[in-house]
């Protein structure tokens, strides 16, 4: 069992920048690939970023290329996502997933462990 603990998030001003962590209790994040998904009110979650186990490829949900990067430590004891030139429409509860092996890094049923969420709040 992996348990995902995020933190980072807040109240920001449009333009601003919010950097969130994903840590797993107990243990590194080495064997698995680890995503990044959010849900506004009243809307579907959806994909944001994620990374694959080596750190060699990312991939980014359009609306967020050019200004969030997703990045783990040399250790993999850590997740993050930077964010910055942030919008309101960025505005939503922030997850971070994780699997050993998910056959598409973008969707979210493909990962079987998941966070409890951080809120980010973009004000206009």
């Known amino acids: 069992q992996v348990q995902l603990v995020e933190s980072g998030g807040g109240l920001v001003q449009a333009g601003g920048s919010l950097r969130l962590s994903c840590a797993a209790s107990g243990r590194t994040f080495s064997g698995y690939a680890v995503g990044w998904f959010r849900q506004a009110p009243g809307k579907e979650r959806e994909f944001v970023a994620a990374?694959?186990?080596?750190?060699?490829?990312?991939v980014y949900a359009d609306s967020v290329k050019g200004r969030f990067t997703i990045s783990r430590d040399n250790a993999k004891i850590t997740v993050s996502l930077q964010m910055n030139s942030l919008k309101p429409e960025d505005t939503a509860v922030y997850y971070c997933a994780a699997d050993r092996s998910p056959k598409t890094l973008n969707e979210g049923g493909e990962y079987d462990y998941w966070g409890q969420g951080t809120q980010v709040t973009v004000s206009s």
């Open positions: 990374i694959t186990r080596n750190a060699y490829n990312t």
